[in-house]
């Protein structure tokens, strides 16, 4: 089976500037995943989504930070305005259900640099 | 909220030698799982090991084994026979039971497989 895809792979901007990124899960997922990877730190949960209602987002920087899963299939995050500590690595991970149960695929993520 | 620690940054071993990643993670919750991923420089995400709490038997995969003290609450992983193509970072993670839960990642270890 295909994998998670993710565009761009690399991408930089100056602060102020906007960012989308593009991820498209593997066929069937219905859970897909946003996280944020900080150099020298672990991923973090950004946002989940089941199908295309959002289930978590308590951890997305709202102000600035916003994603959509139109149609429960691809999935867009956009930055707007960035600042330069959103540098880091953004992940893309979907799963067939959500839970314990349903293992979590990743994408190769976008490496993002803010100047 | 569960907090999940590594405390090697960096690791080095030699080819065929065997080496131990060390985890270990804080939590009130009494079912959940534990998880091993490798991010090479490709940085996708790859499931390694994972260790049900409610299972005393330590997970095995291949090379790949676990020392899990749920008391001591501690989850390292062992890498038998190291070869070069385990060279990656190496994060362990923390989830919950149940639909609602998210993962948790440490802050890994980036292990060397040297000739």
């Known amino acids: 089976e295909a994998g998670v895809a993710q565009s761009p792979r690399y991408k930089i901007i100056e602060k102020r500037q906007s960012v989308a990124f593009w991820c498209n899960p593997i066929s069937g997922h219905a859970t897909l995943y946003w996280y944020q990877q900080i150099l020298g730190q672990g991923p973090k949960l950004l946002i989940q989504?089941?199908?295309?209602?959002?289930?978590?987002d308590s951890q997305l920087p709202k102000d600035r930070f916003s994603a959509e899963r139109l149609k429960g299939v691809d999935s867009t995050l956009k930055i707007q305005p960035a600042k330069l500590e959103d540098s880091a690595v953004y992940l893309c991970?979907?799963?067939?259900?959500?839970?314990?149960?349903?293992?979590?695929?990743f994408g190769n993520g976008t490496r993002l640099t803010v100047t | 909220a569960q907090t999940v620690t590594q405390s090697q940054p960096e690791m080095s071993v030699q080819e065929a030698e065997t080496v131990t990643l060390s985890c270990t993670y804080d939590t009130s919750e009494s079912n959940y799982y534990l998880f091993w991923y490798k991010q090479p420089p490709s940085r996708q995400m790859i499931l390694v090991i994972r260790q049900e709490a409610y299972k005393q038997q330590n997970a095995t995969e291949n090379r790949f084994s676990v020392n899990f003290q749920k008391a001591a609450k501690s989850f390292s992983l062992k890498i038998s026979d190291s070869q070069l193509g385990d060279t990656a970072m190496y994060f362990c993670a923390f989830i919950p039971t149940g639909t609602a839960s998210k993962l948790t990642f440490g802050t890994g270890t980036r292990l060397q497989v040297t000739l």
């Open positions: 989504f089941q199908n295309n209602g959002v289930v978590d």
């Open positions: 991970a979907s799963s067939l259900l959500p839970g314990i149960n349903s293992p979590l695929h």
